[in-house]
């Protein structure tokens, strides 16, 4: 794997990047004012026909940085074709990006569209994913397509329908590599890159390099262009954590839901059953929620993205299928209920807030149970966050690491009563303090 010199230098507009004027145009009635640090590493190694490995968290603009070039190269392909009258595209695709999630394939495929709008329909891209028609999606194939956006699964249907071929594939795109592969997509990941030429581009983009991911770059990507930009502007995300009792998160939830008056607000827990019993509990406090995690059908899964993303919907509780692919403009808070079993996860999630350069918010609510994980989340993630409390929520005892490590044998508290957790609260202090 190697670096380019030329990547430290930052462009100051997206007219230094090489890009054709088409998408220049459509970038400025987007108000896109100055490339992000991975666009402008990124983007003329990408016009240059380099493959690239890109480390970025999310919300850096790493779709532009390989839609835009993607975009441009398939341009000036259909140029060639058009001079020499092969025009024919029968089943085959031009660019292919493969991502884990159905939400992530659909915000993928309307970016690129949208990016595409100044090329007057010349340029063809279509999502194919699980949940919805096999059927519809091989119609759209006919004819082929420019670029497609998939998940594994539902693209390999597809080929063994004889819907795509991908002998003709130019440019392969691996978002959310880590993703993938954490998720299970190993096998299909592989059967997929059996059937792709050999002579291509590839981008892979990932949030962490796991050894997975680290031997498919070395197995896959040809001299690649290296981008590191894992680094967070921290004007525009604050993270807060808030120290609360056994029991009490839900009514500190609601609390602050209807304090602060927030406009939208996105609340992750683990598990699709808890979806449902929060939503229930925040309804007898008067608060409505919706319900986001993958027993909803596709139908129902995008009606309430729409409805989330249009503001029709104040709140959302959902599981980790949301801490990707989910684009809310000024999205103002994210929440934590439950902290993400995975560290990395954490990222990901508090990403939905903040994005573009827009300020946001992103708040984890911590009982005692929680407060080793979340050591560990800000040790992987190299943050420290203070530890906060909600006025007229104040924690029984103030929880310190060194009581945590004495009390860390002993047994869970049963019981979920205020004044029964508090008398054994104050009797495991005792017992710390006596083996002091």
Not at 401 to 411: C, G, R, S, T, V
Request: aromatic residues 6%; proline residues 4%.
């Amino acid at each position: 794997m190697t670096s380019d010199p030329t990547v430290n230098k930052s462009p100051a507009s997206f007219n230094e990047l090489g890009l054709i004027e088409p998408l220049l145009a459509r970038l400025t009635e987007l108000n896109y004012q100055q490339p992000t640090p991975i666009q402008a590493q990124a983007i003329p190694g990408v016009l240059a026909g380099r493959d690239l490995i890109a480390g970025a968290n999310t919300g850096s603009g790493k779709t532009a940085t390989f839609a835009l070039p993607l975009l441009q190269q398939i341009d000036k392909l259909s140029a060639r074709q058009k001079a020499t009258d092969k025009t024919d595209k029968g089943n085959y695709v031009t660019g292919l990006v493969l991502v884990p999630t159905r939400e992530l394939a659909k915000q993928v495929a309307d970016s690129i569209k949208s990016y595409a709008v100044h090329f007057n329909g010349a340029i063809k891209t279509l999502a194919v994913f699980g949940g919805v028609s096999t059927n519809k999606q091989m119609l759209a194939l006919r004819g082929g397509a420019d670029i497609v956006v998939a998940t594994p699964g539902r693209l390999l249907d597809l080929i063994s329908s004889n819907a795509v071929k991908l002998d003709n594939v130019k440019t392969l795109v691996l978002d959310e590599a880590d993703r993938m592969l954490s998720l299970g997509f190993t096998e299909e990941l592989t059967e997929l890159l059996a059937l792709l030429p050999n002579a291509k581009q590839t981008l892979l983009f990932s949030a962490t390099f796991p050894e997975k991911v680290s031997a498919l770059t070395q197995n896959l990507l040809n001299n690649p262009l290296e981008v590191q930009v894992q680094s967070r502007d921290a004007s525009t995300l604050v993270q807060r954590a808030f120290t609360v009792n056994k029991g009490e998160k839900t009514q500190v939830l609601a609390h602050l839901i209807q304090t602060n008056l927030w406009r939208q607000a996105l609340i992750f827990v683990n598990a699709k059953n808890s979806c449902k019993h929060l939503a229930e509990k925040l309804a007898k406090r008067g608060i409505i929620a919706e319900v986001f995690h993958g027993d909803k059908g596709q139908g129902a899964r995008s009606r309430v993205l729409d409805g989330f993303k249009s503001g029709e919907i104040d709140v959302l509780i959902a599981t980790d299928i949301a801490a990707r692919g989910l684009d809310i403009e000024k999205l103002p808070v994210v929440i934590n209920f439950d902290l993400p079993r995975s560290p990395s996860d954490y990222m990901h999630r508090i990403g939905r807030s903040g994005r573009a350069g827009e300020v946001g918010l992103a708040i984890s609510l911590l009982d005692y149970e929680d407060y080793n994980h979340f050591k560990v989340i800000e040790k992987k993630n190299k943050i420290r966050l203070e530890r906060e409390q909600v006025e007229g929520f104040e924690v029984d005892e103030i929880i310190t690491a060194e009581l945590l490590k004495a009390l860390k044998p002993m047994a869970k508290p049963e019981g979920s009563g205020k004044k029964k957790r508090k008398n054994l609260s104050q009797a495991n202090i005792d017992i710390w303090l006596n083996k002091s």
